[in-house]
């Protein structure tokens, strides 16, 4: 296992994003058995200690009727980043590893590819070649495996393949490597009065068909990059035509922009785990009244999952870092806070 | 009372878009009102006829558990079109009312607008002038009006416009413009399981302040026309500060896009009164399996609220007239099938 791709820059910017999934797999601990063990701990999966504890006081706080903190049930929102934070984003975002294997897939339609960079690249496996091919290489990868379709065909093509697809350490589909802690983090928000938002980098509509099955969060309550779309009526039916043209990057200070889109209302709760998430954790939580909270998970255990943080090419986290002890963000320190990452652990 | 502007094509295209409002007024007949004469007739301001017939058996249809049309909760999406379909768009868009409301205000801080086009048309009330400057100058007086602000100053500004802006013909607020029977359709379809969303060509943060109180439609079920925002750090508080670029336009083709970004599935049931509907109509309807409804509201009653549809220069009627009998969409002709159309009647 080895970090796939060197690139000078991996930047949500290349990875531009996309549409359709389908409800997939799988194991997966849900809402359900999460509310159960909601009655006695509501974060089972959590150590006892200052993380926990902040969460627990948050919730307390801000849903005590006539306390000081209390927030009305509508206002009760709360966002969540995807990559890294609900699930692995080593050795690479899984979207990236999709659309590698779209390439290969593809390629018996384009024997031009063999030839021709940066698909040779990854049909040879060959890294530093794809690294070489750089911001370019990396767009028209997307471009090629992402776009030039409808969304339900693109649907149908992502639903399929992480039905099939297994991530090559732990050997599991990718719907399984999410993080326990956190699905309990969803439910134990949704039970009380909370509605959870994904606010991702990645592609909206990679994510869209399945977070409702594995984190009980609707379509509609997913906010993601995405490329153009046209509205074609195709043989009666109509459809809408995927472009390989980048419509919206939601990373960065492109995380408030999309939340003011699609959602209306400033969250009171974000949650992230790189410096793609800092603006999103700002509007959350500075220069408004009442309670607000911030959280980064920090990945420190490259036993059971992994451990980068200010050098890593995938999920930065840096000045994000910094920030969070400025600001008062609670710093999950994944090794120490959480007794198990997996639901397999 | 006259047409107040004769441009030869308004189009939402010119109309742009925007963002804030907050909660407003007022008299009002919410939901709850609604729901509870929905134990007897859910649409008392409906009169008996096919139309009615139409909307109750639909959701008699997917809402019978074992029968072969049912859909599941989570799939009951029903998106209404604002302007014209749940509230007044004549004589003109009520946020091209506040637009030029806003020119108004404005001018004691432009003393240059007394001589310059299209504000000074404004000024003077010289509809013709008005008319003459065209696109460009509508462009011209929304982006003055909708952008160079906050959109928590944005929303202020609207929402105190809302609070003491009145209709010229009816002498009342704007948000008691609404259609009585369309608020007891929302009520009803709600209380059938459905999540009801706005799917408008007016700005989305114009609508999102007042739509959860006067529709129950809460800012995250709101998709409209929009311009691009700035996130910036201001005196240590985020601000996402309205730029005078067009984003997205939410109209025609541009719904089932707006749909697809924002709710991420086809809604079964749409509702619109005007060709700019059309396509949102077309992509709740057509080229899929299962029960299906779309409903066209036919202004025919000059006398209660007016009458207009082919040759209109605001919610223009014509080729959806034609496609809803080709596809057997629902006609509302609101002389004949409401009872009322304002809950002051």
Do not use: C
């Amino acid at each position: 296992m080895k970090p796939i791709i060197r690139l000078p820059a991996i930047d949500r910017r290349v990875l531009l994003s996309s549409l359709a999934m389908l409800p997939v797999l799988s194991v997966s601990l849900r809402s359900n058995s999460a509310m159960a063990q909601a009655q006695s701990d509501p974060l089972p999966s959590w150590n006892d200690g200052a993380t926990k504890a902040s969460i627990l006081d948050f919730v307390a706080r801000v849903t005590t009727q006539d306390g000081p903190y209390f927030v009305p049930v509508d206002q009760r929102i709360a966002t969540f980043d995807n990559d890294g934070t609900l699930w692995i984003e080593q050795p690479m975002y899984i979207q990236l590893a999709f659309a590698l294997d779209r390439v290969k897939a593809m390629a018996p339609m384009h024997p031009e590819w063999k030839t021709k960079q940066p698909f040779a690249a990854v049909l040879d496996n060959d890294l530093k070649a794809l690294a070489a091919s750089g911001e370019k290489g990396l767009v028209e990868i997307i471009a090629v495996t992402h776009a030039d379709m409808t969304t339900a065909e693109f649907e149908k093509i992502v639903t399929d393949w992480l039905a099939t697809a297994r991530d090559r350490r732990f050997k599991r589909p990718y719907t399984e490597l999410v993080y326990q802690p956190m699905l309990e983090l969803l439910a134990y928000l949704r039970a009380s009065g909370f509605k959870t938002f994904i606010v991702s980098g990645g592609g909206i509509e990679f994510m869209r068909p399945w977070t409702e099955r594995i984190y009980g969060i609707p379509p509609e309550q997913v906010v993601g990059s995405s490329i153009k779309t046209r509205f074609e009526i195709k043989d009666g039916a109509p459809t809408l035509f995927r472009l390989p043209d980048v419509n919206f990057i939601d990373d960065k200070a492109g995380k408030p922009i999309g939340i003011n889109s699609h959602i209306g209302r400033r969250p009171i709760a974000a949650f992230g785990n790189s410096d793609g998430d800092l603006e999103m954790l700002q509007w959350a939580t500075l220069g408004a009244s009442g309670a607000r909270f911030g959280l980064i998970v920090h990945h420190t255990d490259a036993e059971r999952e992994y451990a980068y943080d200010r050098d890593s090419h995938f999920g930065k986290l840096d000045v994000a870092l910094d920030a969070a002890a400025v600001n008062k963000w609670a710093v999950v320190d994944m090794k120490k806070d959480w007794k198990r990452i997996f639901a397999f652990d």
